[in-house]
DNA sequence: TTTTCCAACCAAATCGTTTTCAAATTTGAG
DNA sequence: CTCAAATTTGAAAACGATTTGGTTGGAAAA
């Protein structure tokens, strides 16, 4: 059903019905009442690509996805997906190519001009992130899921990692601890940078001094929680307590931990950082697992809001938050043995 | 840029020029090639807004998300994008309200009547899904990752749940135990009794009788693997054997057995279903776990692959793709202990 | 030379809305 | 009861592509 046909059925002119359908003042409640019913009744739903031809509005945004699969998608997809269920948008997934640089910037140039989508989500920014300085330029709208230093006006919502790093970190030194091993994330991403210095202001702070041989960076897989964990508890000197980066380089780290026969929580303390999944809980762990904590969920689902604000016009300047991260102390941290 | 004016540039009509960047062969070689060339060098795209509107698709394939945050989602998902990456097909996330069914079919009406999809894939389906029959009705393509009894023509895509779970099972009653224990998934879905239909077989050739008190089924998570499988190493007469439907499951069945002082792999031997996960892999688990195994991903990649096929015309009732699934034996099973 | 045919191109209609500008109707003041 | 102002409604022009149904010019056939 058109809205030619629709509107003659009515008795009125298409103008009249568009704008009943779209709300616009210059119709009687009357008669905008009677639209609305009929359109129901009669099933009449404007077509989307001709609404957006006309009104160059994609009724999208877009989020670019890694090829790396990372678990917390899923979770901070949901959380947009909550938030815009209500809306008359959806979220198109961007399948990245590759991480080089030239082939990532021409996605997102292309993305814009493509006119797909009315704004974008960036993910695991760089502190000087030629994409946000190219998606300004382009004056596409978009949100910065995380942080940069870049020299350009951007809306982000990020958590406080330096503080969850730096408070994690704090609370080893003051049960006793003084070795002690971080697993960050890839380097490059600022969010791997916070962390770093997070981890290096508590050392510094407590007159810890820094052993880079107990930093390890990657993707967060339990491998490489196992391999660093195991690899360090092996030599000579081990830590006493770790940073794990995230739940799964935390199960790879527990698992090395019992492999050589330790506990953790009592030879090995263990800190991670919680998106708060729904099919695996720090609180169920054995034992269970002290984090800090942020709901990767509601992250998707403020994103999505902020998002949309900046799509109606809100200015990227105003939108800037940082969320806290708790801190929740369970069994895997435990004063220093001696 | 547009059309009208590109063309203008060329010196050529933009019918002449649309044909030419389509492929369309009553344009010279000549020409398609200068037309190309200048496609690129002033940078001109058509407007996917307008395509869409005069051709009538979309350019997008439609997945609808649950609200749980599977984990596996995400992993679909890359895989998806894998394969359209060279595509000018995007994908596109619908929120899904409620499980409540009403809502569902509302949801998948409206998304065939808005036309922003092309094609649709339909996860975990039921063995009388009505979302299948909606969907033919309505004659939208679409894709059933999974499969239904339903008595409408779908296409599909699915893997071997009951014969991986049958070997599973047969595997465990070949190292002689006789009480297995079976994690499956949420009721409803035709996986989770394919799932069951091998476990039963299993046991009912080789004349084990079932016991219903060892068969439990929820969403995956590691807290149901925890509490199911403790709970019943705690009875008398315990499960020599587990059969834990996934890798979230079977990390919580490792921790109750590990809790309880036992050995998995000794008194307690574990199959899981593992989707290949990058951050979570069997083989590195302690005991490493024994797993049917079968990529998420490449799914993913082929679903999107067939769905192609589906819009550009091929019969739904040609596709029909039962994958066998692998049995890897590792660590965590092992003969039963007398 | 004339006719026929074909390759290569083009003008204009079309997809289904929104929106500008103008017309019709109602309202209210005088 | 009149006339201007305010409220409702409509006709028609966009939006930017694709595609139908022609033209055109030149080579091949007659």
Redesign the interface.
Known sequence: MKLREFAKQLGLSPTTVSRALSGYPEVSEVTRARVAEEAVRL?Y?P????V??KT?R?G?IGVV?G?????H???F??G???R??TEDT????????DPDHNDEMQLYR?LV????VDAIIVHSPRPNDERIALLHKLGMPFLVHGRSDIDVPHAWLDIDNEGAVRRATSHLIDLGHTRIAMINGRPGATYALHRDKGYREALQSRGIELDPQLIASG?????LG?RFARSLLEQANPPTAIVAGSM?TA??VY?AV??LGLQVGREVSVIAHDDV?????AD???PSLSATRSSM?AAGTRCADLVLQLVSGRSPLEIHELWPVELILRESTAPVQR
């Open positions: 099933g739903r077509n989307v690509n001709a957006r031809l160059g994609a999208a996805m090829r790396a699969g990372e678990f998608f899923a979770e997809m949901a947009m997906a909550e815009l269920l959806d979220i198109l997934v961007i399948p990245m190519a292309r001009e493509s006119q797909r993707n967060f897989t339990d491998e196992f799964m199960l790879g698992r019992r492999s999944f729904p099919y695996l809980t169920n762990m054995a969920r």
